[in-house]
């Protein structure tokens, strides 16, 4: 059966993005980029007015001028910042079903994809994806990250399928629509054990199915990692053979990266995603753009010497849920010596031929990993971020905010405003989150203090012993 027009404009558009992501965007200076992006900053401007909170905006109005906003303003604007009028309640029923099923091919108002994020600041909120913008970003990723080999094979139809492995706590439409002839996913769930994820991973190796793509969280591609060269590894576990390793979700270290180039022999490439969009990604010379093509970034700096600043972003592509001016919770590091940073940009060329802003590093995003006693008492089993974040997110609980402490072998939690109902249900969830991992913990819960203004805050975070 042949694809609808719809659907036929949906890959037309995925097509025509990753064709401009991979050969595109090709500016001969910053200048020349810097003028391009300000043009479509002044598109972007002129259709603000579509979302209620900026009806009463003036075409004219320059950027700076527009409110700042940030995840409070989002939860209490959530209607007048989407264009389709989607409440927030509704948007976080359909959400928080998904997590709690494991199903999440529902969408709102007919077409809308909805995605739960708890984040870095321990409050749950929703975010809306239409189909077109899912197949911007699609195009946009693939694009950019795919090796040359898996190019190669994607655009020759005499061989097989790229076969990409995704290490997710949430699948879905997003990644399902791009899904073809060209390319298979496979979805390995982050609330299960990692151990019989590599099992999958060796089985399908064996039957010559392996994935040609990695894509997982930091601490999950360093686990799999150190699975895949035990000694005790599953049978034909050493034949995976990812020729492309990609991170997201979480800070990769050198640790993690020398793990990855050990057992596969191929460096890692970096997605910055957060719930307000598609933020950096890494070239093939190892670099981490700014995707300042289609994201607009302003710099609120921390230091004197401009090399950390705090973004406030604008998401240039969105039309459903609008960004604007949207102040992250995450420390950006330029590298050294400073460049004169995003939003001015840098005049040097990278190897890559982009003259898109380079970070070297994103601080303060490092969620540790927990490590909790095994089911046999002796071996610690790792409890990933993500899982854990979903786990509180999920909880029948009214608190606000919220933070998680390691020490020793018990968790620690501490929720704003909480009920002992509330301490009760958020302790059930993290125990069968645990249980599906093989071990066990003892949950305690801390007296909530709000962190210091201006203090970066973890909200998971493993004490190492003294």
Known sequence: MGRSRGEGALVAL??????????????RSRQQLDRWRRRRLGAFLARIHR??????????????DLPVTDKGVLLEHFDELNTRGVRLADALGVALEAERTRDFTPTIDGDLAVGLSSGTSGRRAAFLVSPRERMLWAGTVLGRLLDGASVRQLLNPLRPPVRIAFFLRAGGSLYESVASSRIRFSFFDLTEPVDGHLARLADEARRSRGPEVL???????????RLSRAPDAPNGSARIAPRLVISVAEVLDDEQRRAVREAWGVPTREVYQATEGLLALSCAYGALHLLEETVWFETSWLDAARTRFVP???????????IARYRLDDVLRLPSPAASGAGGGTAKRCGCGRFTTVIAAVDGRADAVLRLRGADGRELVDVFPDAVRQAVATARSNHGDWRIRQTGLDVRVALEGASRADERAVTESLQALFARYGCSATVLHDPWFA?????????IVREEPS
């Open 14 to 27: 995925l097509l025509a993005r990753f064709v401009r992501a991979r050969w595109g965007y090709r500016f």
């Open 51 to 64: 979302a209620p909170f900026y009806r009463d905006v003036a075409r004219s109005t320059p950027l700076g």
């Open 451 to 459: 962190p210091e203004p201006g203090v970066k805050v973890r909200r």
């Open 312 to 322: 406030l972003v604008t998401d240039l592509e969105r039309r459903t849920q609008i």
């Open 215 to 225: 894509v997982a969280p930091a601490s999950v591609l360093a686990a799999l990692a």
